[in-house]
Each structure stands twice: as C-alpha cells, then as structure tokens.
T-cell receptor, first 110, second 116 residues
Framework: GQNIDQPTEMTATEGAIVQINCTYQ??????LFWYQQHAGEAPTFLSY????GLEEKGRFSSFLSRSKGYSYLLLKELQMKDSASYLC???????????FGTGTRLQVFP | ETGVTQTPRHLVMGMTNKKSLKCEQH?????MYWYKQSAKKPLELMFV???????ENNSVPSRFSPECPNSSHLFLHLHTLQPEDSALYLC???????????????FGAGSRLTVL
C-alpha cells in the first residue's frame, strides 16, 4: 500500500536549525516533493527529489534515500516567517498520483 | 493577476443549499485539480482535468460535481452537502498531467467551506 509518515508538530527557536523527517512506502516511487503552507494560504512548492542525495536551495535543503524510503527537509537560520505546515508528498509511478502526508506544523519562537 | 485564484475564500451553507466554488489559473497550464484538506488528514485528491477532460474521479460522492469549461477555469458545484464535507477545498494546476518531475502543482489559497 501507500503510506507517508511525518511528525505532526515541531517547535524550534529563531536562528536554529530544524530537520523535518518523512518516511514513505509506495509500490512505485517517482519523486518526492516538499511544500510549505502558511495558515490560510496556498501550499507552495519548496523542493523535489528523485535521486538520492541532498538538494540545497538557500536556507532550505532536502534529502532523499530511496533505499530507506526516507526524506528530510532541513531549515537553517530559522526565521519567524518559517512558522508554517510542511507537507511531504510522494509521486507513485504506478498510479501517477501524488500522495500527501498529513503535514508537520512548525512553530518558530523568538 | 497571477497564479491560481479561488473564490469565494469562505463559504457557509446549509445542507439543502446549492453553491459553487470557482478556480482560475493564469499560468497557461493544461491540468487542473480539486483537493480536499481536512484537519489532521492528508490532502485528498478529488478530481483531475487535463485539457478540459476529466481524467480522474477519485470515488467522490455525486453531491460534488466538477466542471471545466476551458483550460483556465474549474468549478466545483456543491449540492446537499453533509457537515462532514466541511473542509478547505484547494484548487491546483500543473503544466501537464503526467509523471514528469518538472510537473509541479501550483495551488490556490483554497475555499474554506462550512456546512451547517
């Protein structure tokens, strides 16, 4: 079957580093996405990984290990505006569907 | 305007009402989607349209009726809804409906629906 797990909530301090984990099970993996969603706003695309390794984009990085069914989103130099929900989503090759996790709500405190 | 625009942003309706949600994309994309987002649940795909043709109906009850008159507009017609249908309804678009890695979804801000 298909399943995506990520923590429900996390807290961190401004200026710190936080890692949001995502584990998945799918019959045919074809890419993993991270989206950011501020309360009352549209989810916005952050990153896409299809090969193993780390993709860095400014303060945000995303890592993928296909053999472990595991990804993480790393946020550095946290800012208050990073308080949001972070959605992990996996594209299933067999169904061509994007399967979302429940999202991780991150709160950044001063 | 740019991106994906949804109206209304908030809607309260009774179980016997008929209402519609509207989505418009200004990105020149060929595929449009309706998702349902409920508290503490994953985003659920409801419908997919590609080049104005419905290509996916994800076992959605008939009280939800989509319409895609052209590649820029998508509607979700609502009729005799239940309180459990209260949720955030998100519209999204993508360049194409396919497996390409570059096929990123662009979401609208959603329509918050409350069914009394």
């Amino acid at each position: 079957g298909q399943n995506i797990d990520q923590p429900t909530e996390m807290t961190a301090t401004e200026g710190a580093i936080v890692q949001i984990n995502c584990t998945y099970q799918t019959s045919g993996f074809n890419g993993l996405f991270w989206y950011q969603q501020h309360a009352g706003e549209a989810p916005t695309f952050l990153s896409y990984n299809v090969l193993d390794g780390l993709e860095e984009k400014g303060r945000f990085s995303s890592f993928l290990s296909r053999s472990k069914g595991y990804s993480y989103l790393l946020l550095k130099e946290l800012q208050m505006k990073d308080s949001a929900s972070y959605l992990c989503a996996v594209r299933d090759r067999n169904t061509d569907k994007l399967i979302f996790g429940t999202g991780t709500r991150l709160q950044v405190f001063p | 305007e740019t991106g994906v625009t949804q109206t209304p942003r908030h809607l309260v309706m009774g179980m016997t009402n008929k209402k519609s949600l509207k989505c418009e994309q200004h990105l020149g994309h060929n595929a449009m989607y309706w998702y349902k987002q409920s508290a503490k649940k994953p985003l659920e795909l409801m419908f997919v349209y590609s080049l104005e043709e419905r290509v996916e109906n994800n076992s959605v009850p008939s009280r939800f009726s989509p319409e895609c008159p052209n590649s820029s507009h998508l509607f979700l017609h609502l009729h005799t809804l239940q309180p459990e249908d209260s949720a955030l309804y998100l519209c999204a678009s993508s360049q194409d409906q396919g497996l390409s890695g570059a096929n990123v979804l662009t979401f609208g801000a959603g329509s918050r629906l409350t069914v009394l």
